[in-house]
């Protein structure tokens, strides 16, 4: 059943290495380390009791895959596979799974399964993750079609089921090209909010039974008695991790950010004016044994937070999130035997089932309240990720603009149609821009691509450009290649103050001809001379240093280029890095504008993400100066 990808000795030791090398981590990574601590091979809600397939790792882990976005430092994905590998069997099979319990609790942790195929593209994973979706194929639903919470729970939606099911199967669908099943996935947070919510005070009701026959629903609308604060944290985490993979142009996307900002306005009425927490029956602090609530706090903060970084709700909400932060900073975070500890997370709420739990007030205050519980610590690590990007989104409301024209290589999806990939904002494998993406959302900025030639009109609505390895006709049967009218749009758009990345390759791979066209119009000649031709990974042959007071790369200090084709210039542009007498990275002042070549596409993920290069390559850290500097005026 184990099939590890390292030892959870050595992932162990990786993590405490480093604990004693820096005390002073964030507290996303000292939570995650608490974490990984207490889980260091499989899961079990107790540490010590048997291992269960268990939605609540998954909070953990998509906490984890946060925090190695956020950082590039590969033990933490490293830690999400060998984590997941214990249960992932090499046929797909997943240990202690059972699809016809129709429980959908147990689809949460296809999240990180599919970040591992997206990843890795190994076909257990694949394999893994379509069992969950056939799971959904044929979970049973209240008539109008909203999912059970379990087979055991009939005709019962509870809050907590959007996040259990939503979020995975928006990027299923985003995966495999299931384009009509984004309208699936709006309905279930539309029907939701239809059924749960109290028009007085825009609150949601923990469950619904359509059937209103449990003893907990009310006989007229089918509703539990009272406002839980977690459930309320899982059906506002539901919509901005499901936003995440939603078409920009599916309606579906307006529907779920409409009922988002509803629910940002009620739930910050309820927000404790002192800490900035919620208690555990939101709506009622002063009644009886109420208290401020640890899971629910950290999930209603990250999803004000990411909601506000992305822009489905105001800017004023910012104030919000940083108030409900430091209340859980202060309120619920120990440091205790060298370790970072989660207090005051209630261990488990839920409605009906035996002995029964019929939704009082009185039966939430009878749940026990605990340490380390793992969907609060989830929760915080999740919270925390969002939290410590807040301060770095300088970038809000600019655009960065992906092409997909000059480079338009196509490829069949795991979902059987042809699309684009190498160096695309989706692509999570090794060609792909995902990593380089996410630093500029981190920044504020939105992605975006542009599929044709580009226009006045197209570059008007961004603030950068990317051009990337354009193609030539062994790329491309039919190659879009630069022309004179594409160098004059280009020109009068960075002379008005945008910012250009032009990313070239190796002549055998790239079509420098016709790029240079563009190029030279800045000062730029990509020649066909390459250096840094690395063999059989000896990565020092690819080692560039940007020197000190490097304007652009200001805390990198050793990047890796490989194969790259040397620049020559001529005013404006001057160089930025060179090696042996050759210039590897130049800029230009343009006008306005600005623009950076380089002699290969270099910031793919392969190069980014910590998973192939040795730590002593600032790859990661090159990406986060690069997107500044392109990002800042």
């Not at 390292?6 to 000292?30: D, G, M, N, R, Y």
């Not at 207490?38 to 048997?50: A, I, L, R, T």
């Not at 879009?480 to 910012?499: A, F, L, P, R, T």
Request: aromatic content about 12%; charged content about 25%; hydrophobic content about 35%.
């Amino acid at each position: 059943m184990k099939n590890y990808f390292l030892p959870a000795a050595v992932i162990a030791l990786a993590f405490s290495q480093q604990t004693i090398a820096q005390t002073t981590l964030p507290l996303s990574q000292q939570m995650a380390e608490t974490a990984i601590k207490m889980w260091p091979d499989s899961f079990s809600v107790k540490p010590g009791n048997k291992a269960r397939w268990s939605y609540d790792q998954g909070v953990i882990l998509k906490g984890i895959e946060g925090i190695w976005q956020n950082t590039g430092d590969v033990r933490y994905f490293n830690y999400i596979q060998h984590s997941l590998d214990y249960y992932v069997k090499d046929d797909g099979s997943i240990y202690d799974y059972k699809g016809s319990d129709y429980n959908i609790d147990h689809v949460n942790n296809g999240k990180q399964i599919l970040l591992l195929y997206r990843v890795l593209g190994k076909e257990k994973y694949k394999k893994a993750a379509q069992l969950l979706r056939d799971q959904l194929k044929t979970h049973p639903r209240t008539n109008e079609g909203g999912f059970w919470h379990k087979k055991v729970y009939p005709y019962q939606m509870w809050l907590d089921g959007l996040y259990m099911g939503q979020p995975f199967y928006a990027e299923y669908a985003q995966v495999f090209n299931e384009d009509t099943t984004f309208n699936d996935i709006a309905n279930q947070f539309i029907y939701m909010e239809r059924h749960a919510r109290d028009p007085k005070t825009g609150l949601l009701y923990h469950g619904w039974d359509e059937s209103k026959q449990q003893q907990w629903a009310n006989k007229e609308t089918g509703l539990s008695p009272n406002f839980w604060g977690r459930a309320l944290g899982w059906y506002g985490m539901a919509m901005v991790d499901a936003l995440d993979y939603f078409p920009e142009k599916h309606p579906g996307r307006d529907s779920i950010i409409g009922i988002l900002n509803r629910f940002a306005t009620a739930i910050v009425k309820v927000q404790d004016p002192a800490s900035g927490l919620w208690w555990d029956v939101v709506d009622k602090p002063n009644q009886g044994k109420n208290y401020k609530e640890a899971s629910a706090s950290c999930m209603l903060v990250y999803t004000l937070a990411k909601a506000v970084r992305l822009g489905y709700i105001p800017e004023s909400f910012a104030a919000k999130a940083k108030k409900g932060y430091e209340g859980i900073k202060k309120e619920f975070l120990k440091t205790e035997n060298g370790q970072l500890n989660l207090h005051g997370t209630v261990a488990v709420s839920g409605l009906g089932g035996n002995p029964y739990r019929d939704g009082s007030f009185e039966y939430y205050m009878r749940e026990p309240v605990i340490v380390n519980d793992p969907k609060g610590m989830g929760a915080f690590i999740n919270c925390a990720v969002e939290m410590e990007m807040m301060p770095q989104g300088f970038a809000k409301k600019k655009t960065v603009l992906l092409d997909r024209y000059f480079n338009s290589e196509k490829r069949k999806t795991p979902g059987g149609q042809m699309d684009y990939w190498h160096y695309t904002w989706d692509e999570r494998s090794h060609p792909g821009f995902q990593t380089f993406g996410a630093i500029f959302k981190r920044y504020g900025a939105k992605l975006a691509s542009l599929d044709g030639a580009p226009t006045a009109a197209d570059l008007k609505k961004a603030n950068v450009y990317i051009i990337v390895d354009p193609d030539h006709i062994r790329d491309n049967p039919t190659p879009n290649y630069v022309d004179d009218k594409d160098v004059k749009v280009i020109q009068e758009w960075v002379k008005n103050g945008g910012s250009l990345l032009l990313m070239a390759n190796d002549s055998n791979n790239c079509d420098l001809k016709h790029f240079n066209k563009l190029a030279n119009a800045f000062g730029f000649t990509f020649t066909d001379k390459s250096v840094n031709m690395v063999k059989n990974d000896h990565y020092p042959t690819g080692s560039v240093l940007p020197g000190a007071n490097n304007p652009v790369f200001k805390t990198a200090k050793n990047m890796f280029l490989k194969e790259v084709s040397t620049i020559t210039i001529k005013a404006p542009a001057k160089a930025n890095a060179t090696k042996d007498g050759d210039i590897i990275i130049a800029t230009a002042q343009y006008g306005k504008g600005k623009v950076l070549a380089v002699g290969d596409p270099w910031l793919y993920n392969e190069y980014v993400d910590g998973r192939k290069l040795p730590a002593e390559y600032d790859n990661y850290k090159a990406a986060e100066d690069l997107a500044k500097w392109l990002l800042s005026k």
